[in-house]
């Protein structure tokens, strides 16, 4: 098992920035790729950016340019620096974990879930 624990959340202005942290614990792997989704009030879960292979990134549209994953896997944690926010960027954030595949993108590909932690851009 694997537990993924958030943090980092908050409150922030319209541009402001935030950088999210994901602990991981239990029979955590390098090899497995780490990703953050958010789901706002009332909508489904989205895909946000992923991390997997190493340095290898991917990013949905709305975040491309603004926000970055990284890893440092001497700690067992994954990181979202999250720039220019805008009020849309405000959500739930959750950090998860795929034994494989390569680019997860769809929270189908994820085995493993944290708490998330809340995101809020006020205008």
């Known amino acids: 098992q694997v537990q993924l624990v958030e943090s980092g959340g908050g409150l922030v202005q319209a541009g402001g920035s935030l950088r999210l942290s994901c602990a991981a614990s239990?029979?955590?792997?390098?090899?497995?790729?780490m990703g953050w989704f958010r789901q706002a009030p009332g909508k489904e879960r989205n895909f946000v950016a992923v991390n997997w292979n190493g340095d290898n990134t991917y990013y949905a549209d709305s975040v491309k340019g603004r926000f970055t994953i990284s890893r440092d896997n001497t700690k067992n944690t994954v990181y979202l620096q999250m720039n220019s926010l805008k009020p849309e960027d405000t959500a739930v954030y959750y950090c998860?974990?795929?034994?494989?595949?390569?680019?997860?993108?769809?929270?189908?590909?994820?085995?493993?879930w944290g708490q998330g932690t809340q995101v809020t851009v006020s205008s």
């Open positions: 998860a974990a795929a034994r494989g595949g390569l680019r997860p993108i769809y929270g189908y590909e994820y085995d493993y």
């Open positions: 239990g029979r955590t792997s390098s090899n497995y790729a």
